[in-house]
């Protein structure tokens, strides 16, 4: 246990740039968010908050609520994202898609929080912090790690493409099966984001909401 401790820290310590760069551009996409509800007009606000409207009443007069169908989707979801982004790292010229991925990620969360904020002011900051913060606590690091690990490997494949390496055996193999392992783990450990998001957030989030509805 202790020498698998010490390569993960060592794998850390060696790939920090790419982490902190994934960090970063997740980040980047937050602030983005936020910058484009600030930029909306009032009738594109006005727009959107019809339907956050909508969904409000639906909630509060729903009496019953499917968490396996959300436990079910949130994980499919996950696996999805994840999936893509295994994929991506496979395509030398597929990083850049990688890229886009984590800060369209960090773009909807930033939005989502914005616009809640932006329209109901401390209310929205409480909706937020119910529905959507539990299960990224746990979402973003995932993302984080498997986007990281997408680059790293890319960046491996491109560095054997120019040093003329590339063979069927194991050069490529051994670190293709780690990937995918561990590619596997994060898949698995998304299990965790879409309970909490089935039954955590989303009853968080409806109890709240109906006592909105209700005072």
């Given at each position: 246990m202790y020498k698998s401790s010490t390569q993960l820290l060592n794998h850390f310590k060696d790939h920090a740039t790419i982490y902190v760069?994934?960090?970063?551009?997740?980040?980047?996409?937050?602030?983005?968010?936020?910058?484009?509800?600030?930029?909306?007009?009032?009738?594109?606000?006005?727009?959107?908050?019809?339907?956050?409207?909508?969904?409000?009443?639906?909630?509060?007069?729903?009496?019953?609520?499917?968490?396996?169908?959300?436990?079910?989707?949130?994980f499919y979801y996950h696996a999805r994202y994840l999936l893509l982004l295994f994929i991506l790292g496979l395509s030398v010229i597929g990083l850049p898609v990688a890229w886009l991925l984590i800060f369209l990620k960090g773009l909807v969360i930033g939005f989502s929080v914005g616009f809640m904020v932006n329209q109901l002011g401390t209310n929205g900051f409480l909706l937020a912090s119910f529905s959507i913060a539990?299960?990224?606590?746990?979402?973003?690091?995932?993302?984080?790690?498997?986007?990281?690990?997408?680059?790293?490997?890319?960046?491996?494949?491109?560095?054997?493409?120019?040093?003329?390496?590339?063979?069927?055996?194991?050069?490529?193999?051994?670190?293709?099966?780690?990937?995918?392992t561990i590619f596997a783990l994060l898949v698995g450990f998304s299990v965790v984001p879409a309970l909490i998001e089935a039954y955590v957030s989303n009853e968080a989030m409806v109890s709240y909401i109906k006592s909105l509805f209700e005072s």
């Open positions: 760069f994934m960090i970063i551009l997740f980040l980047t996409g937050i602030v983005f968010g936020a910058i484009i509800v600030n930029s909306m007009g009032f009738e594109q606000k006005q727009g959107l908050y019809f339907y956050l409207e909508r969904f409000f009443g639906l909630v509060s007069t729903e009496s019953t609520i499917n968490n396996q169908d959300i436990l079910k989707d949130s539990p299960q990224n606590l746990f979402v973003i690091p995932i993302y984080i790690v498997a986007g990281s690990l997408s680059m790293i490997f890319s960046i491996g494949l491109l560095r054997k493409l120019f040093a003329r390496k590339v063979t069927l055996t194991q050069p490529i193999l051994q670190p293709f099966l780690k990937y995918s």
